[in-house]
């Protein structure tokens, strides 16, 4: 089928998706591996500026290997954050390769911050942790690096759909958002690197439109812990700015300490019960819920984080973001939790390969896809400063297999209905003269998921409510419509903020029990005899399937009590 937009057909070793800190790492790791592949990244918007890494707090986690080992903050993690869905050994790799990823950072040209004596700035926040800083202007620097080292970047073109052959990648399709022009990849890996599904509500997160996520799904790959895509922050209500650590002083109008009512002692990061709290002290008339707590002396306007470390290209940033919200914000301290979302369910094991063989998915579009952080929507996996790090831990472990599979394989070929089959799925909602615009499609996913007791502080009776939305959400994907190339990615990305909605609710509604950030009204007490399961999501003859896989609780080294 031709296109009045035109026509291209390009070949490399490895075909990247996404230029955020995920690709990029992968595209350099690659290249490391093996300098004699041709590396291709393509990327939506323009690699370098894409993404999460450069627009949050520039916060990695630190593991200082003289005070913690691997194997002890697993055990941590398993008893309280993942709650024994977590891949033990992955977490132990990831930890264990903590030192070895910043050392890659810097030698990629990231600013890591460093005392005089040579060693890492860091700011140690618990027994077993510590957190530094690092410049916002990463992914420009690794970019740079990478494209000195041979990797092709282009910019501007949307990767729309995955293509396979006997079962395996062979490539994918897309089209420029500036000129329309379709693109047809042929390769003998791919990486996936689009991040998670976020459902546009949070300002910074909101990059994560799930595209990646619905391409591996409708190529058939499998989705792991698509019920975890339910991540909240509390934050203030006039400027919708984040307060990291907020549910540690929650009071309600009678001046209650409300924290009190869900934390008996130190927790890592904020809860869904947190989320709960909020929800009962409205429902209760109590609210609003205000915050108490001091705001740090010598705070220029920057926020707290920034002036711990010297980062100079993300520090204007900081300063006229914080500078706004607290014009907004004045002296209202009232505080509601905002759904971020975070879903990442792309299924993949350690090497990052996905059920798709020579399909890699890496960073947030397989963070719990992955199950390395368990019963938590991951970044940030109620873990600060893991999201940035475990991107690149992930675009370092896909690099071997990766390059190994580039190397030997012969260029598979395209099948060429599949791509007929995608030119005509692409391009539907700009040939069609009139109809629904994405953005109202949008509005309706966002009914659903919005509300707190819907994604949150679940029940089932809350649960057939999101459905209804998300039915209605589907019937109007029909009838999308675009004017111009912007509008036509944003149709594809409702169309995927649809379909990660309906995997995170159907889920939702069979895992039958509470179990870390996973919070059922109805069924709220943990029930390891019957839910110590992962629960699989997969494109079957256009039908959605869910079915469940056992946790291999068995070996791995921290077990649960099942008693």
Not at 513 to 524: A, C, H, I, K, N
């Amino acid at each position: 089928m031709e296109t009045k937009f035109g026509r291209e057909n390009l070949t490399s070793d490895v075909l990247i998706v996404g230029g955020g800190i995920a690709g990029l790492t992968a595209a350099v790791a690659i290249k490391e591996e093996n300098p004699n592949l041709s590396v291709l990244l393509v990327e939506k918007q323009t690699c370098g500026y894409s993404g999460k890494a450069n627009k949050g707090g520039g916060v990695l986690q630190y593991f200082d290997m003289g005070r913690v080992t691997p194997e002890e903050f697993a055990a941590y993690h398993a008893n309280t954050i993942g709650c024994f869905l977590g891949d033990q050994e992955l977490m132990v790799k990831y930890v264990s390769m903590n030192n070895l990823m910043f050392d890659k950072l810097v030698q990629w040209g990231a600013r890591v911050p460093k005392r005089e004596d040579g060693s890492y700035a860091v700011i140690p926040t618990g027994p077993m942790t510590a957190i530094i800083g690092i410049d916002l202007d990463v992914t420009l620097k690794i970019r740079q690096t990478a494209e000195k080292m041979g990797v092709k970047v282009m910019d501007k073109v949307a990767v729309s759909d995955l293509l396979t052959s006997d079962g395996k990648i062979s490539g994918a399709t897309g089209y420029s958002i500036l000129d329309g022009k379709f693109y047809t990849f042929n390769a003998k890996a791919v990486v996936l690197a689009t991040g998670s599904q976020n459902y546009r509500i949070g300002p910074m997160w909101g990059s994560g439109r799930g595209d990646g996520i619905a391409a591996a799904y409708r190529a058939g790959a499998e989705m792991r812990n698509t019920e975890f895509g339910n991540f909240a922050q509390l934050v203030k209500v006039n400027s919708h700015s984040e307060v990291v650590y907020g549910e540690n002083f929650m009071y309600n109008k009678l001046d209650q300490h409300v924290t009190k009512n869900f934390r008996t002692g130190p927790e890592p990061d904020i809860s869904s019960s947190a989320i709960a709290e909020w929800y009962k002290q409205m429902t209760a008339n109590t609210g609003p819920i205000v915050l108490k707590q001091e705001r740090p002396k010598g705070d220029g306007g920057g926020g707290p984080l920034s002036m711990l470390w010297e980062r100079p290209y993300g520090m204007r940033f900081w300063e006229l973001n914080h500078k706004r919200a607290g014009a907004v914000d004045g002296d209202n301290n009232e505080v509601c939790p905002m759904l971020i979302g975070e879903q990442s369910p792309v299924k993949v094991g350690h090497d990052m390969q996905t059920t798709i063989p020579g399909l890699f998915a890496i960073g947030d579009v397989s963070y719990c896809g992955s199950a390395a952080p368990g019963a938590v929507p991951a970044p940030p996996g109620r873990n600060r400063g893991s999201g940035i790090l475990n991107a690149v831990f992930a675009g370092m472990m896909c690099a071997p297999t990766a390059a190994e599979i580039a190397a030997k394989a012969v260029l598979p070929q395209i099948d060429e209905k599949q791509v007929e089959t995608c030119v005509e799925r692409v391009y539907a909602p700009i040939l069609r003269e009139n109809g629904v615009k994405a953005k109202d499609v949008v509005r309706m996913i966002q009914k659903a998921v919005g509300p707190m007791e819907r994604s949150v502080y679940m029940s089932g009776h809350r649960i057939e409510t999101a459905l209804r939305y998300v039915e209605k959400a589907k019937e109007m994907l029909g009838m999308l419509q675009a004017d111009d190339f912007h509008e036509l990615l944003n149709c594809h990305e409702a169309e995927a903020a649809v379909l990660s909605a309906e995997m995170q609710f159907r889920a939702s509604q069979m895992r039958k029990e509470s179990r870390g950030w996973f919070l059922r009204e109805d069924y709220p007490e943990t029930d390891n005899e019957n839910w110590l399961k992962w629960i699989i999501v997969k494109n079957q003859g256009n039908k959605m399937t869910l079915s469940t896989e056992d946790v291999p609780w068995e070996k791995w080294p921290v077990k649960p009590n099942k008693s």
